[in-house]
């Protein structure tokens, strides 16, 4: 039976509006849960709950199927019953400045701690230097010096002592001390003592030679008393201090007791302060700096008493959920800052800045993906953290060796992190491709699907689902019309009339642009026209490219026919996508035929304009051929197809059947109705085969007919398996109710033959032929005749080698 147009009916699938309760979406309930996602969020649901090592979870899916907001609120509902994870700081390592360690408290301690050790250096800033000034640390303090100085000056007494006797004075010079001769109570000038006997002066001499001695085991003597005074005032000054601060740190031990470490930190920094006493006195009492360092070494000083927090601020109950939208190495694992002092580049555990990991640790982290892998080193500190379990504040400027400066080597602070990462399904099957760490890390997979069964419960969803989207956006409400239309070009948007896209973004996008339109046309609810309006207007802005196209073809500089009969050339149809739009155009195709060996050349190919699935359909369009018309003789033809105008690449196989079916007019010399377009694969055995972009391709090749003028004679041949994928335009489907346009489904290359050409195709009889002037016997025949050529083109050359017939078939054809 010949192959009829389809109806109205079959072209758009409208949504019914009867089965509707309800006049407009502000009289529904928001969706319970996620419409169409059960695989997701079962594996959702299981990636969460499990806690074992490696199950990790990647959500893969398209853009617009709510997965971030489907994450996050699974995430956010999980962590909200879950218990707050401990606050982790890092404090100064007194013994090891360059590797800061790193203490664990309670929820909501941290700041208290960073706030005590405030308190307590502000305080002692204040006891200390009024401690130093206090009657008892001067008595003590003036003991010890009178001490030195009697024990200096008894020693010096003896010296004396011995020298009186001998005539000696013992004298302080600006040199140091020194002997010389007496005569009475006074020194003797050196002009007498000359004057003296000879033996008298040697007697002197010798004298002073023998108490020099005695001298400098006094002078040598000295600085053991002076390092003895020292040490007994620092032990007073320890002593001292101890006594300020014991108090003090005593109260904080007891606010903390039970957390060990942060009572071994208090020991430290109370052993610490009564060493570095000096950074609590005032400036002008401690030692002296260089000029215009004394304010920033005393501030240096103090920042050790400091506690650096690991987390931002305070946050809510339970564990956290973060979302990190630069994950650059060193927002991951943290940083480690560095200012510039007297030109030489400086840090210290308080500038040691968290990455996203430690406001994570102990809930979890959403990442992207595909941001994630663009970011240098960041994927592999992701992976680092994860198996050793532990956090690494990394430099990564240190890391490369690429700087040489002071930096930091803090303690790791252990890692209880569930990472989300969430990229498409590409790069999800690269990972598990290409990264041998990938599996072993991310074993949860949640996959979103992008399209789902259109069924009563998904409308009915998908009103609640419209309904959540306009209320969270603060947009009208849809009335039933307005839902429908919506359903509908969900539909189209998953090319198929039998299923809806659950690409919520998109759809929200084209919920605010209807709310926009229904408010200029003074709407209290989005219709139908509102929608459609939307629809329309989002077109327009993106068919620049496509009108174009159009006008090419309109004025003639693109070669299309649209009525009347070629042989050789027919109208195949593709899909341009630019962007987010996509929309279909006709290319001529034509073929030429002559004697040869079989071979069917595929111009695109072999200019490297076509793709290898282009290249593929036309190898299995040969096949088809060969075996249909020549399978007990040689294919005896040499055959070229060209996409005429064609300038840009070609690739795909849907347009394989109208290559078939040009060969085919060729080698019958049968003309081909102009007005009709094709699309559709072919396989071995001559079925047409689905394609995609069938309704772009079918409104492309209408459009130019509708320029031109409908005749009812044009139509578009499309896959039967494709019939279910259509959701047509308004304008197609009504000119098809007019009998203007026809759209043709069709199952084999003989239904598609005999509507192009009018003519039956012929079915294979007993004797191996087809029924007479049928398309296939046209066919036979002519490629029967090329065989018989090439037969006796062979045989007047009998000394021509096997391996150049194909030079002198072509060399004959030529002539």
Same mark, same amino acid.
């Given at each position: 039976?010949?192959?009829?147009?389809?109806?109205?009916?079959?072209?758009?699938?409208?949504?019914?509006?009867?089965?509707?309760?309800?006049?407009?979406?502000?009289?529904?309930?928001?969706?319970?849960?996620?419409?169409?996602?059960?695989?997701?969020?079962?594996?959702?649901?299981?990636?969460?709950?499990?806690?074992?090592?490696?199950?990790?979870?990647?959500?893969?899916?398209?853009?617009?199927?709510?997965?971030?907001?489907?994450?996050?609120?699974?995430?956010?509902?999980?962590?909200?019953?879950?218990?707050?994870?401990?606050?982790?700081?890092?404090?100064?390592?007194?013994?090891?400045?360059?590797?800061?360690?790193?203490?664990?408290?309670?929820?909501?301690?941290?700041?208290?701690?960073?706030?005590?050790?405030?308190?307590?250096?502000?305080?002692?800033?204040?006891?200390?230097?009024?401690?130093?000034?206090?009657?008892?640390?001067?008595?003590?303090?003036?003991?010890?010096?009178?001490?030195?100085?009697?024990?200096?000056?008894?020693?010096?007494?003896?010296?004396?002592?011995?020298?009186?006797?001998?005539?000696?004075?013992?004298?302080?010079?600006?040199?140091?001390?020194?002997?010389?001769?007496?005569?009475?109570?006074?020194?003797?000038?050196?002009?007498?003592?000359?004057?003296?006997?000879?033996?008298?002066?040697?007697?002197?001499?010798?004298?002073?030679?023998?108490?020099?001695?005695?001298?400098?085991?006094?002078?040598?003597?000295?600085?053991?008393?002076?390092?003895?005074?020292?040490?007994?005032?620092?032990?007073?000054?320890?002593?001292?201090?101890?006594?300020?601060?014991?108090?003090?740190?005593?109260?904080?031990?007891?606010?903390?007791?039970?957390?060990?470490?942060?009572?071994?930190?208090?020991?430290?920094?109370?052993?610490?302060?009564?060493?570095?006493?000096?950074?609590?006195?005032?400036?002008?009492?401690?030692?002296?700096?260089?000029?215009?360092?004394?304010?920033?070494?005393?501030?240096?000083?103090? %920042?050790?008493?400091?506690?650096? /927090?690991? &987390? @931002?601020?305070? $946050?809510?109950?339970?564990? =956290?959920?973060?979302? +990190?939208? #630069?994950?650059?190495?060193?927002?991951?694992?943290?940083?480690?800052?560095?200012?510039?002092?007297?030109?030489?580049?400086?840090?210290?555990?308080?500038?040691?800045?968290?990455?996203?990991?430690? %406001?994570?640790?102990?809930?979890? /982290?959403? &990442? @992207?993906?595909? $941001?994630?892998?663009?970011? =240098?080193?960041?994927? +592999?500190? #992701?992976?680092?953290?994860?198996?050793?379990?532990?956090?690494?504040?990394?430099?990564?400027?240190?890391?490369?060796?690429?700087?040489?400066?002071?930096?930091?080597?803090?303690?790791?602070?252990?890692?209880?992190?569930?990472?989300? /990462?969430?990229? @498409?399904?590409?790069?999800?099957?690269?990972?598990?491709?290409?990264?041998?760490?990938?599996?072993?890390?991310?074993?949860?997979?949640?996959?979103?699907?992008?399209?789902?069964?259109?069924?009563?419960?998904?409308?009915?969803?998908?009103?609640?689902?419209?309904?959540?989207?306009?209320?969270?956006?603060?947009?009208?409400?849809?009335?039933?019309?307005?839902?429908?239309?919506?359903?509908?070009?969900?539909?189209?948007?998953?090319?198929?009339?039998?299923?809806?896209?659950?690409?919520?973004?998109?759809?929200?996008?084209?919920?605010?642009?209807?709310?926009?339109?229904?408010?200029?046309?003074?709407?209290?609810?989005?219709?139908?026209?509102?929608?459609?309006?939307?629809?329309?207007?989002?077109?327009?802005?993106?068919?620049?490219?496509?009108?174009?196209?159009?006008?090419?073809?309109?004025?003639?500089?693109?070669?299309?026919?649209?009525?009347?009969?070629?042989?050789?050339?027919?109208?195949?149809?593709?899909?341009?996508?630019?962007?987010?739009?996509?929309?279909?155009?006709?290319?001529?195709?034509?073929?030429?035929?002559?004697?040869?060996?079989?071979?069917?050349?595929?111009?695109?190919?072999?200019?490297?304009?076509?793709?290898?699935?282009?290249?593929?359909?036309?190898?299995?369009?040969?096949?088809?051929?060969?075996?249909?018309?020549?399978?007990?003789?040689?294919?005896?033809?040499?055959?070229?197809?060209?996409?005429?105008?064609?300038?840009?690449?070609?690739?795909?196989?849907?347009?394989?059947?109208?290559?078939?079916?040009?060969?085919?007019?060729?080698?019958?010399?049968?003309?081909?109705?102009?007005?009709?377009?094709?699309?559709?694969?072919?396989?071995?055995?001559?079925?047409?085969?689905?394609?995609?972009?069938?309704?772009?391709?079918?409104?492309?090749?209408?459009?130019?007919?509708?320029?031109?003028?409908?005749?009812?004679?044009?139509?578009?041949?499309?896959?039967?398996?494709?019939?279910?994928?259509?959701?047509?335009?308004?304008?197609?489907?009504?000119?098809?109710?007019?009998?203007?346009?026809?759209?043709?489904?069709?199952?084999?290359?003989?239904?598609?033959?005999?509507?192009?050409?009018?003519?039956?195709?012929?079915?294979?009889?007993?004797?191996?032929?087809?029924?007479?002037?049928?398309?296939?016997?046209?066919?036979?025949?002519?490629?029967?005749?090329?065989?018989?050529?090439?037969?006796?083109?062979?045989?007047?050359?009998?000394?021509?080698?096997?391996?150049?017939?194909?030079?002198?078939?072509?060399?004959?054809?030529?002539?």
């Amino acid at each position: 039976m010949p192959v009829k147009g389809l109806k109205p009916a079959a072209l758009y699938r409208r949504c019914p509006t009867s089965s509707f309760g309800f006049r407009s979406t502000a009289e529904l309930e928001d969706l319970d849960g996620v419409l169409g996602q059960d695989r997701a969020v079962e594996a959702l649901t299981f990636g969460i709950g499990i806690r074992r090592d490696g199950y990790n979870l990647f959500v893969l899916g398209p853009p617009g199927t709510g997965r971030h907001s489907v994450v996050r609120d699974y995430l956010r509902r999980r962590a909200a019953a879950e218990p707050t994870p401990d606050e982790w700081v890092y404090v100064n390592n007194f013994e090891q400045p360059h590797r800061p360690r790193a203490l664990s408290l309670p929820p909501g301690r941290a700041a208290g701690l960073k706030r005590d050790m405030e308190r307590l250096v502000e305080d002692l800033r204040a006891a200390v230097p009024a401690l130093f000034e206090s009657d008892e640390f001067r008595t003590r303090l003036q003991a010890i010096e009178e001490e030195f100085k009697e024990l200096q000056e008894a020693a010096f007494k003896t010296v004396q002592a011995d020298a009186n006797k001998r005539g000696l004075a013992l004298v302080r010079t600006p040199m140091g001390f020194a002997l010389a001769p007496m005569r009475g109570n006074e020194v003797m000038p050196p002009d007498e003592f000359n004057k003296l006997p000879e033996a008298v002066r040697k007697q002197i001499e010798r004298d002073i030679e023998e108490l020099q001695v005695e001298l400098q085991a006094v002078v040598r003597r000295i600085p053991d008393w002076e390092r003895d005074r020292r040490a007994k005032i620092r032990d007073l000054t320890r002593e001292m201090t101890r006594l300020a601060v014991a108090g003090q740190i005593a109260e904080l031990k007891r606010t903390y007791d039970g957390f060990d470490q942060v009572i071994a930190y208090f020991d430290a920094v109370e052993h610490d302060i009564a060493e570095s006493v000096d950074a609590f006195m005032p400036q002008e009492q401690q030692p002296q700096a260089a000029p215009g360092q004394g304010p920033a070494r005393a501030a240096a000083a103090l %920042r050790r008493y400091q506690v650096a /927090l690991m &987390l @931002d601020g305070a $946050r809510p109950a339970g564990a =956290p959920v973060i979302s +990190e939208e #630069l994950p650059t190495q060193p927002n991951l694992v943290g940083r480690v800052e560095h200012q510039a002092e007297m030109g030489a580049l400086l840090t210290d555990f308080t500038m040691i800045k968290p990455g996203a990991l430690h %406001r994570a640790n102990g809930g979890y /982290l959403v &990442l @992207d993906a595909l $941001r994630l892998l663009q970011q =240098p080193y960041a994927w +592999e500190s #992701l992976k680092r953290a994860l198996r050793g379990r532990h956090v690494n504040v990394e430099s990564l400027g240190q890391m490369l060796s690429m700087i040489s400066t002071v930096s930091l080597d803090p303690e790791p602070i252990p890692l209880d992190v569930k990472v989300v /990462l969430i990229g @498409d399904r590409r790069l999800y099957y690269m990972l598990c491709a290409a990264d041998p760490d990938f599996p072993g890390l991310f074993k949860v997979m949640v996959d979103f699907e992008e399209n789902i069964d259109l069924t009563p419960e998904t409308v009915r969803g998908y009103a609640r689902l419209l309904a959540g989207v306009a209320r969270r956006a603060e947009l009208r409400p849809l009335d039933r019309g307005g839902v429908a239309r919506v359903v509908e070009h969900a539909g189209r948007m998953a090319g198929d009339a039998e299923k809806v896209s659950v690409q919520v973004g998109h759809l929200a996008d084209l919920l605010r642009e209807a709310d926009y339109f229904a408010g200029t046309a003074g709407h209290r609810l989005i219709g139908r026209a509102d929608v459609q309006q939307a629809l329309d207007a989002a077109v327009y802005r993106a068919n620049r490219a496509a009108e174009q196209t159009r006008e090419a073809i309109a004025r003639e500089t693109v070669l299309i026919d649209t009525d009347g009969a070629r042989v050789a050339q027919i109208n195949g149809l593709a899909v341009y996508g630019l962007g987010n739009f996509a929309f279909g155009r006709p290319s001529r195709i034509t073929a030429r035929v002559r004697m040869g060996a079989g071979e069917v050349v595929d111009i695109e190919r072999r200019v490297e304009l076509g793709g290898p699935l282009h290249a593929k359909g036309v190898l299995i369009l040969s096949a088809f051929l060969g075996a249909r018309f020549a399978a007990d003789h040689p294919l005896s033809l040499s055959a070229s197809l060209v996409f005429e105008q064609s300038y840009g690449g070609v690739d795909g196989d849907s347009a394989s059947s109208a290559e078939c079916y040009v060969l085919m007019s060729a080698l019958s010399d049968l003309p081909i109705r102009q007005g009709l377009a094709v699309t559709g694969s072919v396989n071995q055995h001559g079925e047409v085969q689905a394609i995609g972009g069938v309704n772009e391709k079918i409104e492309g090749f209408f459009d130019i007919c509708a320029d031109r003028g409908l005749t009812g004679r044009q139509g578009v041949l499309i896959p039967a398996a494709n019939v279910k994928h259509l959701m047509l335009r308004g304008d197609v489907v009504d000119a098809v109710r007019r009998g203007m346009f026809n759209v043709y489904p069709v199952t084999s290359i003989d239904d598609g033959i005999e509507l192009l050409t009018g003519r039956r195709a012929g079915a294979l009889r007993k004797d191996g032929t087809y029924p007479p002037d049928s398309v296939n016997r046209l066919v036979q025949d002519r490629l029967l005749e090329l065989a018989e050529k090439r037969r006796r083109f062979g045989a007047r050359r009998p000394d021509a080698a096997d391996g150049d017939a194909d030079t002198g078939d072509t060399k004959a054809a030529a002539r």
